[in-house]
T-cell receptor, first 116, second 112 residues
Framework: AQKITQTQPGMFVQEKEAVTLDCTYDTSDQSYGLFWYKQPSSGEMIFLIY??????QNATEGRYSLNFQKARKSANLVISASQLGDSAMYFCAMRYNGSGGFKTIFGAGTRLFVKA | NAGVTQTPKFQVLKTGQSMTLQCAQD?????MYWYRQDPGMGLRLIYYSASEGTTDKGEVPNGYNVSRLNKREFSLRLESAAPSQTSVYFCAIRTSGAYEQYFGPGTRLTVT
């Protein structure tokens, strides 16, 4: 069965510091993908970063990087130089190839608070 | 929101009433999805459509029906609303050749 686990309900970080949000996953598939989405208090879901299971390099997008450790089945999000606008819910997600096409499952989320 | 619109933004229903949530995209993508988000939980897939005319169940399809009559629109219907369906509903699209999804602004539904 496919599963995404985010064990940190809430995290605090000082502005301008780096923070790591944890994500572990479970799948028996060889081909899958991992995502991070941000949900600000306004409610929209914003795509941040993607890592494919066959990608050898960790994905990076600006201040976001995904620390992919395949053997440990972890896909942690690292936000460098935190900003006040980074305060939001962050969801880890995994896509897999289910019957009928690609499906995506989400973790329960981590709420990040950035302190001035 | 990558051209994904949802109507209505808010809705209050009484138990047993029916309604249809509408989702439309303006970018000609094949794959469309309906999710629900409950407090303290991530998004859970209700139904998805890989292409026009096809639909498939997700994790939590009970109590819902969907319709993909054309490429642009994917609607979610609650035939007899229940308080357990109080949630925020998101429609999403997946661009062809990519894996990430882009979400609409959501519909906040309350069933009393």
């Amino acid at each position: 069965a496919q599963k995404i686990t985010q064990t940190q309900p809430g995290m605090f970080v000082q502005e301008k510091e780096a923070v790591t949000l944890d994500c572990t996953y479970d799948t028996s598939d060889q081909s899958y993908g991992l995502f991070w989405y941000k949900q600000p208090s306004s409610g929209e879901m914003i795509f941040l970063i993607y890592q494919g299971s066959y990608d050898e390099q960790n994905a990076t997008e600006g201040r976001y990087s995904l620390n992919f450790q395949k053997a440990r089945k972890s896909a942690n999000l690292v936000i460098s130089a935190s900003q006040l606008g980074d305060s939001a819910m962050y969801f880890c997600a995994m896509r897999y190839n289910g019957s009928g096409g690609f499906k995506t499952i989400f973790g329960a989320g981590t709420r990040l608070f950035v302190k001035a | 929101n990558a051209g994904v619109t949802q109507t209505p933004k808010f809705q209050v229903l009484k138990t047993g009433q029916s309604m249809t949530l509408q989702c439309a995209q303006d970018m000609n993508h094949n794959s469309m999805y309906w999710y629900r988000q409950d407090p303290g939980m991530g998004l859970r897939l209700i139904y998805y459509s890989a292409s026009e005319g096809t639909t498939d169940k997700g994790e939590v399809p009970n109590g819902y029906n969907v319709s993909r009559l054309n490429k642009r629109e994917f609607s979610l219907r609650l035939e007899s609303a229940a308080p357990s369906q109080t949630s925020v509903y998101f429609c999403a699209i997946r661009t062809s050749g990519a894996y990430e999804q882009y979400f609409g602004p959501g519909t906040r539904l309350t069933v009393t």
